[in-house]
């Protein structure tokens, strides 16, 4: 299995990409937005997104997008070869753009909507936690890339707060512990030290 930045060059497989997300839709019978080639093509050119080969073939694919001046990161489109699920590729490609992500965003949140239960299970695994809408970008062109989907009015008739999908975040700010540890020397000579007098103001 190769797992690498897509290039370029990669634009040949954009369009059989594009009916992989199709097909997909179909088959689980769950809302999946709409993606055209030429999207997908930019991406690829962008270095903002992850492909798939096994045996030469290709197997799996997902990108990135960033809203709100680049503080949100979302990876989407994952999509794998219907012949090779269940062997790995999924999880390998999400943990390459995921890592593609905070290597490009280090600062960002990434997040995620999904209906998949092996995405949910590929996120949690990577550190992300199910949030509610609320704690996702309010960018309009996060949002509009859902029209496509047949769930959409669900979405916007419970005011954009839920849907099918289940809202997923990875917070780095909230993955780091940072623990004070005392300099047990320093509190020990404090401990010791003589009481000096009180200063006195000598000015009437």
Request: aromatic share 10%.
């Amino acid at each position: 299995m190769i797992i690498r930045v897509a290039t370029p060059a990669d634009a040949q497989y954009a369009d059989l990409l594009c009916q992989w997300y199709v097909e997909s839709a179909k088959t689980r019978g769950t809302g999946i937005a709409k993606r055209e080639p030429a999207y997908v093509a930019q991406k690829m050119a962008s270095g903002d997104s992850i492909i798939a080969f096994v045996d030469g073939e290709l197997a799996g694919f997902c990108y990135i997008e960033t809203f709100d001046d680049k503080t949100f990161v979302v990876n989407s489109g994952l999509v794998v070869n219907a012949a090779i699920r269940k062997h790995g590729v999924g999880r390998a490609i999400k943990q390459g753009v995921f890592d593609l992500s905070r290597t490009k965003y280090p600062n960002a949140k990434i997040f995620g909507i999904t209906t998949s239960l092996a995405v949910m299970k590929i996120n949690t695994d990577l550190g992300y936690e199910p949030v509610t809408f609320s704690e996702l970008t309010a960018s309009e062109d996060f949002w509009k890339g859902c029209k496509s989907c047949k769930n959409y009015g669900i979405l916007m008739d419970n005011d954009r707060k839920m849907c099918l999908c289940t809202g997923m975040l990875f917070d780095a700010a909230d993955k780091l512990l940072q623990v004070q540890v005392p300099d047990f020397a320093a509190l020990a000579t404090a401990s010791f030290a003589p009481v000096s007098a009180p200063e006195t103001d000598s000015a009437s």
